[in-house]
């Protein structure tokens, strides 16, 4: 167990990773941000912000990325110092790492991304705790060298990303048993919610996703014993620039929050 400022990371309580896929715009993020932060009051609940300044993989070479690391770190600070929520952001490459840990609070590694020494190293370096999302091809099993490789470099502080496997074409499935063996590595466990329910370039030209799954299977992540659900959410999540399918519409969340909360508290007696 570890602190990201008050949110514990592998706690007694199921800990929370929230936010929009993208930021679309400063107007819209600090939206989302607030309607997340009066969720976090409500429920007294701990959470992480999360939205991306580049969607680097998109499908397609003319779908929206994001407005970039510098623009995009620039609103991500803003939401930790006027909404007060700790963020995280995804980090492609080591000259982005030493960039961005000097804002966000979690690096988070991208899934393609997981096995890529030097980043690893580099995010280890950054004196930042890091989150490894577990590669949609990388059974559980698997996973060790790529904490050690964090933890060579004397980072300790290292939690896994669920997000599930590939599966034929165009699809995803969740092992609910990763959750037990990838927590046998004595390393926190998120489970990945929307982006489990995606269907990876779907659409053609860009991913389609199951976003009615989301709360069953995150149901199910939590009875397994996962530490923390990501889950990405947007007020109107039809018209998002990227993920829009698999995105929670944020009105459901609180909703959802409360049964995942009830879980594991019956999971933790």
């Known amino acids: 167990m570890f602190k990201i400022n008050d949110v514990e990371i592998g706690g007694r309580d199921l800990f929370f990773i929230l936010g929009p896929c993208v930021i679309e715009s400063e107007d819209h993020v600090m939206k989302m941000a607030n309607i997340i932060k009066e969720i976090v009051n409500s429920l007294n609940i ?19 990325r994001g407005p970039g690391i510098k623009e995009g770190l620039r609103i991500l600070n803003r939401v930790k110092r006027e909404v ?26 991208p899934a393609f991304l997981c096995r890529q020494t030097d980043l690893l190293l580099s995010a280890g370096k950054a004196k930042k705790p890091v989150n490894i999302k577990k590669g949609q091809f990388v059974a559980p099993h698997s996973i060790g060298p790529m904490i050690e490789k964090v933890k060579s470099t004397g980072e300790e502080r290292v939690c896994m990303t669920e997000r599930g496997y590939s599966f034929g074409y165009n699809n995803l499935v969740v092992d609910m048993r990763s959750i037990q063996i990838m927590r046998s590595f004595n390393v926190p466990v998120i489970f990945d919610a929307t982006h489990s329910v995606q269907l990876p370039g779907g659409l053609g030209g860009s991913s389609g996703g199951e976003r ?3 709360p069953t299977l995150a149901k199910a992540a939590v009875a397994a014993g996962a530490d923390g659900v990501f889950m990405e959410c947007h007020d109107c999540p039809e018209c998002a620039l990227c993920d829009g399918p698999n995105s929670m519409p944020v009105n459901e969340v609180e909703d959802l929050l409360k049964s995942l909360i009830a879980i594991k508290k019956i999971v933790g007696a």
């Open 46 to 64: 701990q959470v992480i912000f999360k939205s991306s300044y580049d969607k680097a993989n998109r499908t397609s070479l003319s779908s929206y």
């Open 84 to 109: 007060g929520l700790p963020i995280t952001t995804d980090v492609h490459s080591i000259e982005e790492v030493s960039i961005a840990s000097e804002v966000i609070d979690l690096i988070q590694l």
């Open 212 to 214: 009615k799954f989301v």
